[in-house]
């Protein structure tokens, strides 16, 4: 399926990144090539086969609903890039 | 010291015929004197490295025989490092200091081996040349106008460089067999679910596994030994024993039956490089295995299948990376949206937000069902190819990259053509089969890798294979020139 400018402007939407008017031209011939690639995918004959989403078709393990991890709040927001009174500082959504 | 294996350094150790400050002191100051030559190192741990061979001297002299104890490794930047950067390749990681350590650097720590450094990969484990890390390329050792391939190329280069006995890494799509085989090493991807996934940055979930980059089979044994292990915090890893994989390594391959895929030798595959498998075929038969023409006929689709699912699972898994808790944060912006755009666009690498693209362009509505669910099951009919193998052959045997190590920018205008440069190596991790690579030749100078798959579980199986083959090849001891 090809794409064109309008397609990658709403995946740089969606997918949250920011496409400059520069490259948006070699980001969508770029795309266009990998999605040709994929589009070998629909020659295969896929009507009776269930997808596989793992190897083994394991499902997640479960455990019991225990709190068993310590509180590290100060230690992962060390690494943050801006915190105050335990929170984490992002600019103002709502004025 | 450097020119020994891994093995070797161990029984020093025990010996005492060396100490792990002497053995750690030699490859570090090798890290200073020669890696500027081929950037395999993002970071050097001096000081952690010699504090922890000081405890393993201390532990050594207590009687402690764990083979690993003293022993200096060094660790894919992938792997989280408690209190040591861990970068996976990305300025977007460029200042995280990981507040806990991965499994697998936990279980080599708890027996007492030595961390040298975090080497240097493709951002996110995405590429197979390590022409994509923030950190600059890695210089192939063997060839150092060409790559080391990707993305392990860091620990590849540092083991094949000797400044580094052994090395993590790991293969999402071949990421670990690929740089074996460009740098003349032995790569083994585990079984998807037999090494621990916690505290390694994810790529693509259902594909990622870790894995040893050593010099031989019998090093990887050792080192597989270490990193295998049940894991309650990965809820994919499997709880299943594990075997002593050094126990094996000397059993008779008599009675063994190798399959030949038709598909593995067609177009696009060097003639150096299928001459050199070729040879080790005969090298097999000649050891007592049966070899037998097998067909993987969904091979030709692994490639789409991989790019519609590791991109798919890329895209989810790197949404974490958003500018607010950790990593890198764009300056001033504007509102909540713009930071996320801003902060994602200036640390991402061109490859990486092409992969992420990909991915929510496949899981996008309208596209889910002719893509992603299309390619999940594909991925259930190449998986059925190999089940179908097995129940005829021990283990599959063929190329494990279609060329040789290639010039740095032959490939890096062209994304296809550096896809296909795993075409080999896809299939095992769709199907999660365990896969590795050992050294069979070399062409133009440069090394070829053979690729040994095995059945699930069946790691003991190849390494006995590649031991064996090593026992009467010496392909493994060959050396690049200038490593001095």
Known sequence: MAVDRSDIVKLGELARLQISEETIDEVTRRLGDVLALVDQLQAADTDAVKPMAHPFDAVQRLRADEVTEPNQRDAFQAIAPATEDGLYLVPKVID | ????????????????????????????????????????????????????AKAADARLAAGETHPLCGVPIAHKDIFCTQGVKTTCGSKMLDNFISPYDATVVANFQAAGAVMLGKTNMDEFAMGSSNETSFFGPVKNPWATGCVPGGSSGGSAAAVAARLAPGATATDTGGSIRQPAALCGLTGLKPTYGRVSRWGMIAFA????????????????????????????????????????????????????????????????????????????????????????????????????????????EC????????????????????????????????????????????????????????????????????????????????????????????????????????????????????????????????????PVGLQLIGNYFEEARMLNAAHQYQQVTDFHQQAPADIA
Not at chain 2, 237 to 266: H, M, Q, W
């Open chain 2, 205 to 312: 979930s259902s594909l990622d596994q870790a894995g040893p980059m050593t010099r031989t089979a019998e090093d990887a044994a050792l080192m597989l030994n270490t990193m295998a292990s049940f894991d309650a915090k990965d809820s994919t890893n499997i709880d299943r024993e594990v075997p002593d994989y050094t126990a094996s390594l000397n059993d008779s391959l008599a009675g063994l039956t190798l399959g030949v895929p038709k598909e593995y030798f067609g177009e696009g595959l060097n003639p150096g490089t299928q001459a050199a498998v070729e040879a080790a075929i005969k090298q097999y038969e000649a050891l007592g295995a049966t070899i037998k023409p097998i067909s993987l006929p969904h091979s030709h689709l692994a490639v789409p299948a991989y790019y519609v699912i590791a991109p798919a």
């Open chain 2, 1 to 52: 010291m450097h020119n020994k294996t891994l093995a070797e350094l161990s029984a020093g150790l025990q010996a005492k015929t060396w100490s792990s400050v002497e053995l750690t002191q030699h490859f570090l100051d090798r890290i200073k004197r020669l890696d500027p030559n081929y950037n395999s190192f993002i970071t050097v741990t001096e000081d952690v490295a010699l504090a922890q």
């Open chain 2, 315 to 446: 895209s989810a898994n790197l949404s974490r990376f958003d500018g607010v808790r950790y990593g890198h944060r764009c300056e001033n912006p504007a509102d909540l949206a713009d930071l996320y755009k801003r902060s994602r666009s200036e640390a991402f690498g061109e490859e990486v937000q092409r992969r992420i693209l990909v991915g929510t362009y496949c899981l996008s509505a309208g596209y889910y069902d002719a893509y992603y669910r299309k390619a999940q099951k594909v991925r259930r009919l190449i998986k059925q190819d190999f089940v179908d193998a097995f129940k005829e052959v021990d283990l599959v045997i063929g190329p494990t990259s279609p060329s040789p190590a290639f010039a740095f920018g032959a490939k890096g205008a062209d994304p296809i053509a550096m896809y296909l440069e795993d075409i080999y190596t896809i299939a095992t991790n769709l199907a999660g089969l365990p896969g590795m690579s050992l050294p069979c030749g070399l062409v133009d100078g440069k």
